[in-house]
């Protein structure tokens, strides 16, 4: 039985797809762990793992996680020793994800600098970016209810004087305090 384990941590890059030469997909990324716990006079440190998917699996992160991203794993630890191109033999240890789930998605991914990057669809992207913004706003104003206007608010409050209800609540009060 080979060794299994589970670990919290984040997305270090995007995960790179690939397709092995008897039509496998995979999927290599990298997770970093922070430590919960500090020892005198040091900081926490975190730790890298390489780690691999297959199949569908391996489609899912391609598709739907990227850098940043929170994830839970359980693994399998995989050992792999290959040649090189300089003929040296390569000893390397991955986590072989069996089960992988999304925490959570680092927020404002598309307002971010790296992702507005020098490429083809840039302009494009800043459009719709712009659009959404814009969107969001007019969507928040419009679902603000009419008391919430500075216009309404003071013909919508309700004074002792314009309630028999309030009277007698304020009434009832004023009692109490004398």
Known sequence: MLPKGYLIG????????????????????????????????????????????????????????????????????????YTNIEGRVIKRVDLQVDKIEMLYQRLNKAFESSNLSNTENNSEDRYLLKNQEETLVDNNISNLPEIMTTETREENYETPESSPELEDIYNMNKEIED
């Open 10 to 81: 984040n997305f270090t890059a995007d995960p790179v797809p690939g397709i092995t030469s008897s039509s496998l997909d995979y999927s290599r990324f990298s997770v970093a762990c922070s430590e919960n716990y500090t020892r005198a006079n040091q900081s926490a440190k975190t730790h890298y793992y390489n780690c691999i998917a297959w199949g569908k699996r391996a489609q899912y992160i391609s598709t739907y996680l990227k850098k940043g991203d929170s994830v839970f794993i359980e693994y399998t630890l995989l050992t792999n020793n």
